[in-house]
């Protein structure tokens, strides 16, 4: 069966990363229809719309989604196509690769962040001059879902360690957000009790010091929203940086996937952005449609590449996005 996959190149060097990951694609001979669409700053430009409801509509309608990235309008883009795709989990993975300096080479998690509600669920109020609030919203169902989620991750193998007796991490404030993050814990902890899976626990303050500190001890991290956002993001300072790192955003039977990093304004159009964050996206993208071994295939590639070169020059080498890029292939 053929799988429609909808690309979306965004602005910025999402237009050179984003053609990258699909030559990477396209390579492996695969059953898979790419539509193009478009988002971001120049569509806004150019039709008012940042998000046009065409592309909205075939993101919704979509196997998958590649995504670059989107400039000044990201907010109108990526919150309503993560809604678009159904997607109540976002999936960070945070490694060091061999060969690419890292404050912290032994870095390897996963996060597992919440991806529809807590802070993040939009509802905020000025009620008066000195006053404004936001409304914090967890419900049970959207915890349970994310805990299931986490549990088939690590029973599956998913994880850093591969080993499903590794279980994971929650990360959580409910010792001060008692009512919120309390039931959010409760239900996460309850689900991987039923399940049978190891669940431990650490306070996100305290946890944002050990994660630096010592990586080695953990895994699969499961967090609120905005803990997660936070989290994964620390966590990509310890292993390199922004231009290596992709993320998924996995819906019931969609899934929109993108590298973390944005449109890298200082280095657009010159053909140098490193590939690697858009091509790993793919491997996420290609192993969410079920193809696992392709998707082991490019990520061993793009390792591969990464530690005995091409490499563009955030890494320190001076060759070209299309260089990497055929590198890769040729790998494959
Ligand atoms: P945006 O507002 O779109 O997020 P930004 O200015 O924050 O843009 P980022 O894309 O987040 O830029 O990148 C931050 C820094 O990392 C920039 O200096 C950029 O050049 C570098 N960078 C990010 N991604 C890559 C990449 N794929 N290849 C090379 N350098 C990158
Ligand atoms: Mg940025």
Redesign the pocket.
Known sequence: MTDEIVVIEG???GR??VPAAVDVLESLDLDFEFVAAEAGDATKAATGEALPAETYERAADADATLFG????T?ADVILPLREAVDSFVNVRPAKAFPGVDALRPETDVVFLRENTEGVYSGHEDRLSEDLSTLTRVVTSSASRELAEYACDFVEDGRGPAGDPDEGFTIAHKANVMRETDGRFRDEVAAVADERGVDADEELMDAFATKLPLDPGQYGVIVCPNLAGDVLSDLAAGLVG????LPSANVGHDNGLFE??????????GEG???????VLSAAMLLEYLGHVEEGQRVRDAVEGVLSDGPR????GGSAT?DEVTAAIVDRL
């Open positions: 602005d910025g060097i050179e990363v990235a989107a400039g000044e990201a940086g922004l231009g290596l590298p973390v990093h944005g449109t890298a304004p200082d280095i657009a140098v952005a490193n590939p690697t964050a858009a563009t020059g955030d890494l996005t």
